[in-house]
């Protein structure tokens, strides 16, 4: 299968934790790149490799990966994290490729 | 600093083709681990990956869109072109250009274009 899964939507309390999840075969193979995408705007990457930051990303945000299951964790979210999430990976199956999920809206209540 | 900008038509007509140029600067196309993607996102839904050209000129397309897309590079001149033939509606979308690393252990995108609308109507 050349396909990443997301849960639609999560929500979060103000300040607590939040882990969106992403699923697909090509993930035993490869990392998931994350990346945060608000109202208007292009795609930001906050997460790439087995758990890497790119410079300005803050800390509380951290990628871990289990088998076919990549995960994004925000620890203490924030108003301003508010926003769509998306994952992406190659994938190897068939003619080597690349895939996004379907994306994950998060509400931060 | 790494800059991608697209640009294009911004309407199309059905079963016209469409052209795409990517205009970078702040690297080099010709270095090892070094790609253009193109990623497009009709609007209020997710983003989907069409195509992507790597430092060595190796090719990669969507397997949904491969008959229909061509992507090349013009290295002297920083710009990559991505063209989409037999445009249809539903291939109204935000199209974005961006830049990706790549190797053995990890390939991400990490500098995007700002993207352009591009609507196809008759």
């Known amino acids: 299968s050349s396909e990443l899964t997301q849960d639609p939507a999560v929500s979060v309390a103000l300040g607590q934790t939040v882990r969106i999840t992403c699923q697909g075969d090509?993930?035993?193979?490869?990392?998931a790149s994350w990346y945060q995408q608000k109202p208007g705007q292009a795609p930001v990457l906050v997460i790439y490799g087995k758990n890497n930051r790119p410079s300005g990303i803050p800390d509380r945000f951290s990628g871990s990966s289990s088998g076919n299951t990549a995960s994004l964790t925000i620890t203490g979210a924030q108003a301003e994290d508010e926003a769509d999430y998306y994952c992406?990976?190659?994938?190897?199956?068939?003619?080597?490729?690349?895939?996004f999920g379907g994306g994950t809206k998060l509400t931060v209540l | 600093q790494i800059t991608l900008k697209e640009s294009g038509p911004t309407l199309v007509k059905p079963t016209q083709t469409l052209t795409l140029t990517c205009t970078f600067s702040g690297f080099s196309l010709s270095t090892s681990g070094v790609g253009v993607g193109w990623i497009r996102q009709p609007p209020g839904k997710a983003l989907e990956w069409l195509a992507l050209i790597y430092w060595n000129d190796d090719k990669r397309y969507s397997p949904s869109l491969k008959s229909r897309l061509t992507i090349t590079k013009d290295t002297s001149k920083n710009q990559v072109v991505l063209t989409m033939t037999n445009m249809d509606p539903v291939d109204t979308a935000t199209y974005y250009c961006?830049?990706?690393?790549?190797?053995?252990?990890?390939?991400?995108?990490?500098?995007w274009g700002q993207g352009t609308l591009v609507t196809v109507s008759s």
């Open positions: 992406n990976s190659r994938d190897s199956s068939g003619n080597p490729h690349w895939v």
């Open positions: 961006a830049h990706v690393y790549v190797d053995t252990a990890m390939a991400y995108f990490d500098y």
């Open positions: 090509s993930l035993r193979s490869y990392y």
